[in-house]
């Protein structure tokens, strides 16, 4: 059965370096999504992406981040200059259209 | 808004007994729903989803219960096993979220054997 894959699954950062997270969606998908989960707290949505244009953001999704679809089959999220409060789990995901299906996530640990 | 260091709730069931897990959701707008399970340390698995022009959705031993009335949504989990052990999140969405999912605070479900 296709999965979401992610890379790496682990990155710890010193704060105000760069991070690029990376996702394979599920190869027929069309839609791409960004969460990330703050531990002990919910999952929150950060971006999705369509047509090869962000179709919606979140609040948390500031200049400090962007996403892109490099070519067929990857999927990123860099953050320009991480935080502390940066550090969570950040899921992909990826939908044809209505459920979407997610990744196994990457521990982003800001230091 | 946001809680900080949520406590979520637990349920610890026998092995072998029904599961009830219980959401409400936030918008009365909202026309698809869909439940999570997430195990320790891994992404949320899709386990059954449910529309709005519905009221009960049945798979594999899960059964998802929508009440629209009251914004209410449970999952029963039928002769519960200790791999159902993990956290259960319900989410939802619809025209006013675009196609994001909004997702509840989650339960903790303890299986003992």
């Known amino acids: 059965e296709p999965e979401v894959t992610q890379t790496p699954s682990h990155q710890v950062t010193q704060m105000g370096q760069e991070v690029i997270l990376r996702c394979v969606p599920i190869s027929n998908h069309l839609y791409f999504y960004w969460y990330r989960q703050i531990l002990g707290q919910k999952v929150e949505f950060l971006v999705s992406f369509y047509n090869n244009e962000i179709s919606e953001k979140s609040e948390i999704f500031d200049d400090q981040f962007s996403v892109e679809r490099p070519d067929g089959s990857n999927f990123t999220l860099k953050i320009r200059s991480t935080k502390l409060e940066d550090s969570a789990m950040y899921f992909c995901a990826s939908s044809p259209m209505g459920t979407q299906y997610f990744g196994p996530g990457t521990r982003l640990l800001v230091l | 808004g946001e809680s900080v260091g949520l406590h979520l709730p637990t349920l610890s069931v026998q092995e072998g007994d029904n599961s009830i897990i219980n959401c409400a959701y936030s918008?009365?707008?909202?026309?698809?729903f869909i439940w999570y399970k997430q195990e320790s340390g891994k992404g949320p698995q899709f386990i059954i989803d449910i529309r709005s022009n519905m009221d009960k959705r049945q798979g594999q031993r899960v059964t998802v219960l929508l009440n629209k009335t009251v914004k209410h949504l449970s999952l029963q989990i039928a002769a519960t096993q200790p791999g159902d052990s993990a956290v259960y999140f319900c989410?939802?969405?619809?025209?006013?979220?675009?196609?994001?999912?909004?997702f509840g605070a989650g339960t903790i479900l303890r299986v003992k054997s």
């Open positions: 918008n009365s707008a909202s026309d698809y």
């Open positions: 989410a939802e969405t619809g025209m006013e979220y675009g196609n994001k999912l909004v």
